[in-house]
Structure formats: C-alpha cells, structure tokens
C-alpha cells in the first residue's frame, strides 16, 4: 500500500502507562507529521518530524524517525483517558504535489481509566 | 479564528440523488484538500484545489464526483448520482501555502448516509 503501515492497528491501556504507535512507510519523505482523530471529530495536527530530525518532543508526546528503517513511532507518556482517539501518521506526496498528505491506516488507542 | 467549516454535519441521500458538501477554508488559507474516511479505516486523499484551480485530482473517482473552490465562496464536492458505497465520511482541510511542511487543518466532516 502506498499508505504505509501502521501497527498496532489497536491498542488497549490503563491510565498512566505509556503507549507506542508506529508507522511505516515506502519512499523517501521531507518531514512525517502524526495527527489525532476523536470520534466523531476530524484531524488535529500533534507534531511534524523533518527528514533530518531523530527525535522530537512536544509535552507528554514524543516522535522518533528511522530515515534508513522508513519508520517513525510516536510515544505518549502518562496516558490519560482523554487521549483515547485514533493516531495517524501522514506523509507528504511526491515532489510537486503541493501540501497534499497521504494518511496511515492509523492506530486506535483506548485508554482505561 | 474560526477553524475549517464542512456543512452539513449529516447529510442522507437516496440512491441516485445528488450530494453537496461544503468546506470554508480557514481565514487566510487557499488550499483546500478533501478526503474520505470508510469506517474504522483512514483518510483516503480525494483532491486538491487552490483557488479558482483543481492541483491534483488523483484520488477523485473518474465518474460521478467533481470539486471546485471558486474565488469567492466555499469549496464544493459534488457526488451526482449517489450509491451506497459512497456512504463514508468526507473531511476537508486547508493549509496557507501548498508545502508539505505544513500541517493541515481539518474540519469535523460531512457524514454522508445513502439510503
């Protein structure tokens, strides 16, 4: 799939364990962005990781990025119930094709209070 | 600021009737992207426009579908002819500029039902 992979597909937690996605992709990419879905809602962007970044933070959210293994993870420390929501990550399209963002199948995270 | 609009929320369509679905773009953006989510599966680009222009329609289905952003007003998508497998989801989202290195903004969708 040109997607790209995302696995697991769904992930079940209590409340203060941490929780790990991760995606896969096939060709070679600018930045890769992970984005959350609640139910219902659309997209809301979370964090953007370039090409020539490993790691990135933001809050309680941490994305690493493997160039060579076209893999990034996104970890979310301290889970709460309110970050139970679906996980995407997005790549952009070829070289060109302006702002457009090709979506993962996406994990969906349940937290347990 | 008001976030990317999609109106209506829920829209039920019969079998060969027409769909229309409106997005209005953040304040300040003129790109505009749609996409379609089937249950439990994820975004599926469909098309993207910039004002008064279609960049890239190579996830629009051949037949039945078209989308426009004119200069004034909302981006349209239009399903003429609806089936039931166009039931799904279908969001838009808008950036400032057409880079991959921005994030996208999306709406709250359009669920649209064919009976």
């Known amino acids: 799939s040109q997607q790209g992979e995302e696995d697991p597909q769904a992930l079940s937690i209590q409340e203060g364990e941490n929780a790990t996605m991760n995606c896969s992709y096939k060709?070679?990419?600018?930045?890769l962005q992970w984005y959350r879905q609640n139910s219902g809602r659309g997209l809301v962007h979370l964090i953007l990781?370039?090409?020539?970044?490993r790691e990135k933070h933001s809050g309680r959210l941490r994305v690493t990025l493997d160039t060579s293994k076209k893999s990034s993870s996104l970890l979310i420390t301290a889970s709460r119930a309110a970050d139970t929501a679906s996980y995407f990550c997005?790549?952009?399209?070829?070289?060109?094709?302006?702002?457009?963002?090709?979506f993962g199948q996406g994990t969906e995270l349940s937290v347990k209070p | 600021n008001a976030g990317v609009m999609q109106n209506p929320r829920h829209l039920v369509r019969r079998r060969g009737q027409e769909a229309r679905l409106r997005c209005s773009p953040m304040?300040?953006?003129?790109?505009v992207y749609w996409y379609r989510q089937l249950p439990e599966e994820g975004l599926k680009f469909m098309v993207y426009?910039?004002?008064?222009?279609?960049?890239?329609e190579s996830g629009m289905p051949k037949e039945r579908f078209s989308a426009e952003f004119p200069k004034e007003g909302p981006s349209i998508l239009r399903i003429q002819q609806v089936v039931r497998g166009d039931s799904a989801a279908y969001f838009c989202?808008?950036?400032?500029?057409?880079?991959?290195?921005?994030?996208?903004?999306f709406g709250n969708g359009t669920r649209l039902t064919v009976t």
């Open positions: 989202a808008s950036s400032p500029q057409g880079l991959t290195n921005s994030p996208l903004h």
């Open positions: 060709t070679s990419i600018n930045n």
């Open positions: 990781i370039r090409s020539n970044e």
């Open positions: 997005a790549r952009g399209g070829r070289e060109g094709q302006g702002g457009k963002l090709i």
């Open positions: 304040k300040g953006h003129s790109h």
């Open positions: 426009l910039q004002k008064e222009n279609i960049i890239d």
